[in-house]
């Protein structure tokens, strides 16, 4: 009997020790990340971001790795629900192998999940949450997307400059999505003696856009600033069409999605957006990623997933250079000026920690998104002077 | 604009009275709130587009879906509801539960099965609109809007004749009346039930694909408002009475288009189905056309 114990005493400290050495080997950089996959109002979101994040790590991997490591997505479904979010943001900041974590969801989840990241010392970077609140959570969180003040603004400029617009309708969906821009757009488009005729704000499980247009039709407006997601926005490209109205519509990047083109069709051309990815742009990281893109997933890319993928870049970079390391990480990425990515070129990080970066327009002409203009105009795209 | 905007709000109402229709008629029958009519709406959205898609004929895509989802609706009240309620002693939430539950599971098969992103149905009608002037003002009617009430005057007219004028009609009423009394005067409330489902959930079937048809999209949250604006419609229209579903269908129709449009509500388009709830309740607590009793 005593034989028999010491036997399996000894086969036990074996797997422990092989077990342990594995961990111990292990060659890895773990970065933690969540998106709405399974929500089913945000899961077409939730699918796009998940496929870039997955791709990106594919791609470093192939490329052999950073610093000969392989990258190890841990990626959880936060089904667009802020318990789920903490609980997410509890388990990837008390795993200690975890190097840094990306949010690929939407403000609300981001904005809980953040707070928690900064509390336990872990890096996070939001991909496309517009919330001010993300990047205020602290020093350790970075936000690749515009704060609704930038993109408002921009929108702005772009209707009163280039479009002339002189009477202007808005349709927003009611959160804060579309409730911030259109603040901002009011603001800027007040500087080029633009009237607001009317302002429609609506809930976001309201598709139905029929009465609202023809409500418009008959306040004789040039443009419609549409700050709505890609199923509102396409159902006010149909009505606008249909109604007979002529007037430019001008939309935000929450109408880029290939989802818009096709169920807006042939009524989608002519739509404007402001958005952060211009799929014209000759930068060999954006059509490399537009390419391999719709090679693994048979779809077209949108600003969501550029946006994921994005965030990865800015992290692989940082490790690339400093290693994994919290501190050193965070003070890379606050130093990074004119980083390559697949949204243009980010020209830095502001203090809060929100990227910098030129505002792009694009305009569907022949059922695809085209270049229209970009504004780069410092005092409208870094969100600390608003 | 005024009746442009009406003819809006007719279009939405009809829409409606035909999504609440399953669940008055199941109500009518079991007594239970069957939130999973909001599941079939979506099945049927998605069930409809595929047919659409593989034969090109949008009547096929109808016919189909209302029959496969009718058929569904009977397999769910015959394995789920009717077992749950031959228990002694249910309580009426557990049916309730149970509705929940297929609801919830039919939103994630079908994000599931046929994929998170929006699927158009590309339905091309010969004129894309059609335009009037009416005394001076122009007038705009959308194909879609006229195959909305056409088909849910077809489909009304189809419930009316079979509840009024049929055999199962009258067994469906006389088991609505009373399912014990009618049952031991030898009416076969097993079909009254399956008839139900059948008419019911095909309806939905209906209401989703026409859903589908007006905006064009299809998505797996497609059943979400659905869901949870049914129920006010059927407790407005006067719980299990078909004819007050119609009416109060189209009632939260024009509440919403012209309280949207008119007035700049500090709340959503989706929360006027329950405020004029709540004022019809105070007013006449059975709902429109319902009976004292039933409440």
Known sequence: MKKRQVISMIACAVCTLAVGTAAFAEDTIKIGFFAPVSAPSAAADGQSSLQSAKLAVDLINEAGGIDGKQVELVDYDDGLDTTEAANIAEKLTTDDSIAAIVSGSYSGPTKVAAPIAQEAGKLLVSAYAVHPDVVNAGDLVFSQSFPGSVQGTAAAVFAGEVLQAKRVAIVAVD???????????????????????????????????????????????????????????????????????????????????????????????????????????????????????????????????????????????????????????KEYIAGMKDFDTVTGTLLYYNEAGSAVKPVQVQQVTDGEYHFAATIDDAAIIDPANY | MFLQQLINALTIGSLYALTAMGATLIYGILGILDIANAGAYLVGAYVGWYIFHATGSIVLAFIGSMALVGLGGVVLQRTVYSPILAKPRTLSIIPLVAAV????????????????????????????????????????????????????????????????????????????????????????????????????????????????????????????????????????????????????????????????????????????AFVVLIIMLLIKPSGLLGRKNKV
Request: proline letters at 2%.
């Open chain 1, 175 to 329: 959160l804060d999505f579309g409730t911030e821009q259109a603040t901002y757009f009011k603001q800027k488009a007040a500087e080029y003696g633009i009237e607001i005729v009317s302002e429609d704000y609506i809930a976001i499980s309201d598709n139905d856009m029929t009465s609202v247009i023809t409500k418009i039709a008959g306040e004789d407006v040039d443009l419609i600033y549409s700050v709505n997601y890609y199923e509102q926005a396409s159902e006010v490209c149909r009505q606008v069409a249909l109604q007979g109205l002529e007037c430019a519509i001008l939309g935000t990047e929450g109408a880029d999605s290939w989802q818009l083109l096709e169920t807006a069709g042939e009524f989608a051309n002519g739509l404007y957006i402001t958005t952060n990815m211009n799929r014209d742009d000759e930068n060999e990281k954006t059509q490399e990623y537009i390419d391999k893109y719709i090679e693994t997933y048979n779809m077209q890319p949108d600003m969501v997933g550029a946006s994921v993928y994005d965030a990865f870049q800015v992290l692989f970079d940082a490790m690339a250079n400093v290693g994994t390391d919290t501190q050193a990480m």
């Open chain 2, 101 to 272: 539950g297929l609801f919830t599971m039919s939103s994630d098969a079908v994000r599931l099965i046929c994929g998170a992103g929006t699927k158009a149905y590309n339905l091309k009608f010969p004129v894309m609109v059609y335009k009037f002037t009416v005394f001076g003002k122009k007038l705009t009617i959308q194909p879609a809007w006229i195959m909305i009430f056409v088909l849910t005057a077809v489909l009304l007219f189809i419930l009316w004749f079979i509840l009024n004028r049929t055999k199962l009609g009258l067994a469906w009423r006389a088991t609505a009346e009373d399912a014990e009394i009618a049952g031991v005067c030898g009416v076969n409330t097993s079909y009254a039930m399956a008839l139900s489902y059948i008419l019911g959930y095909g309806f939905a079937a209906a209401a989703g694909i026409m859903t589908g048809i007006l905006y064009n999209s299809i998505t797996p949250a497609l059943g979400e408002v659905p869901s949870y604006k049914m129920l006010a419609i059927i407790v407005l229209g006067g719980l299990g009475n078909p004819l007050g579903t119609v009416i109060a269908g189209l009632l939260i129709g024009i509440a919403e288009v012209f309280l949207s449009v008119y007035f700049n509500l500090p709340i959503p388009k989706d929360a006027i």
